[in-house]
Each structure stands twice: as C-alpha cells, then as structure tokens.
C-alpha cells in the first residue's frame, strides 16, 4: 500500500506567505525550526526539507533510534526521490508519538510473521523496521492502497521499496540497492511525520 512520487516538491505557499507579510521567502534547517512555524508554513517548509541537498552519506553499518513510548503510527505513503550524490526514500507516517527505527543491510528479504522471503530487485537489500508502528484500527490513520514495489529512480542506487507491512508494532519493509554496502542515513522529519533513507550513489 505505498505511492510512488519522485521531484522536488513546491515552497509556492511559503513563498506567497512571505509576500504578504514582506518578509523573505527562506527554508529552515532543522525540523524543530519547522515546528515553531504557523502550521501552513511548517509543512511548506518540511517538505521542502525533504527535497534540499543533504551530506552525502558515507558509512552503511546498522543505524537504529528508538520511538516514543505512545507512538502509534501507519506508513501512509512511500516515495524514491534522486538527488545530488544519493536516493532519498521517504516513509510517509500519521498518527501520533515519535517514530524509531532499526535499519541494517540483511542478506535476504525474510517477511516477519510468515517467514515469507520476499524477491528484491537489485544486488543488496536493506531492511527498514519502524518501530513505534500500528494497524490503522489503532492509530485511527488509513494507509496506502498504492503500488507495491516503488521503483526507484532511473540511474540511482535504489532500484525498488517493497512492503510496508505491520508485524507487532513495527513497520517491515526493504530497500533493494544497485551494490551491497552502499553507504546510508537515516532521520526523522516532522510535519508530517516522515522516516528518511537516505543511499549514496
């Protein structure tokens, strides 16, 4: 259940607030920066975030960060989007607490539950767990009905996202990669909520 959009996404809102109030139209760097925003501004300025230049990545061993206590969150959409020096995918999520997650390159793609493995285009596969996770029954948010697997960007490094599956509180899912050991990040925005993958090229 996941939807694929790859571009840069428009600051035409922020830009128009700006105008009205003669101020300049200006991103913010951090997502706590976002937050103190009026809330219109705030998802202008997230994703914009999202679409802007980033460190390059440069070490692929396991990254991991742990959510809140109340997190209940769905995945609400996916997407692969290239940028200078890496892939970008972006886990989409509503609901409510502070997403965590364990992200590690795995030899295959092995379903938690059924022990299903899963075929992943590409030479290496990293496993994406968001913890913090919950069926939508839970956390009172509908998730995608999109294509499964979202192919990646032409060129890139990340040749599909499959699966966003809830398995006792965590979101499962796989990155397929042109080469095993590519370097990657991983971190958090906020309005909305979104888990970020980051592969170099």
């Given amino acids: 259940m996941i939807n694929h959009r790859i571009g840069p996404f428009a600051v035409f809102?922020?830009?128009?607030?700006?105008?009205?109030?003669?101020?300049?139209?200006?991103?913010?760097?951090?997502?706590?920066s976002a937050a103190a925003t009026s809330p219109a501004a705030?998802?202008?300025t997230s994703s914009a975030l999202e679409s802007e230049s980033a460190p390059i990545p440069a070490d692929a061993s396991p990254k991991s960060s742990a959510a809140s206590d109340s997190a209940?969150?769905?995945?609400?959409?996916?997407?692969?989007?290239?940028h200078e020096?890496?892939?970008r995918v972006v886990y989409e999520l509503g609901g409510k607490g502070?997403?965590?997650?364990?992200?590690?390159?795995?030899?295959?793609?092995?379903?938690?539950?059924?022990g299903k493995t899963i075929p992943v285009s590409g030479n290496g596969i990293l496993q994406v767990q968001i913890d913090g996770s919950a069926y939508p029954f839970d956390s009172d948010v509908e998730g995608y009905?999109?294509?499964?697997?979202?192919?990646?960007?032409p060129g890139g490094t990340v040749t599909e996202v499959n699966g966003a599956l809830v398995f006792e509180g965590v979101t499962q899912s796989f990155i397929g990669v042109t080469a095993p050991g590519?370097?990657?990040?991983?971190s958090a925005l906020s309005n909305p909520t979104r888990v970020v993958v980051d592969v170099a090229r």
């Fill in 13 to 32: 809102a922020a830009c128009s607030l700006a105008a009205v109030t003669l101020t300049g139209c200006s991103e913010s760097n951090s997502a706590s």
């Fill in 42 to 44: 705030a998802a202008t």
């Fill in 72 to 82: 209940k969150l769905t995945v609400t959409d996916v997407r692969v989007g290239g």
């Fill in 85 to 87: 020096g890496f892939d």
């Fill in 98 to 114: 502070t997403p965590g997650w364990r992200v590690a390159y795995v030899d295959e793609a092995v379903q938690d539950g059924s």
């Fill in 145 to 153: 009905s999109g294509p499964n697997p979202v192919p990646g960007v």
């Fill in 182 to 186: 590519r370097p990657f990040t991983v």
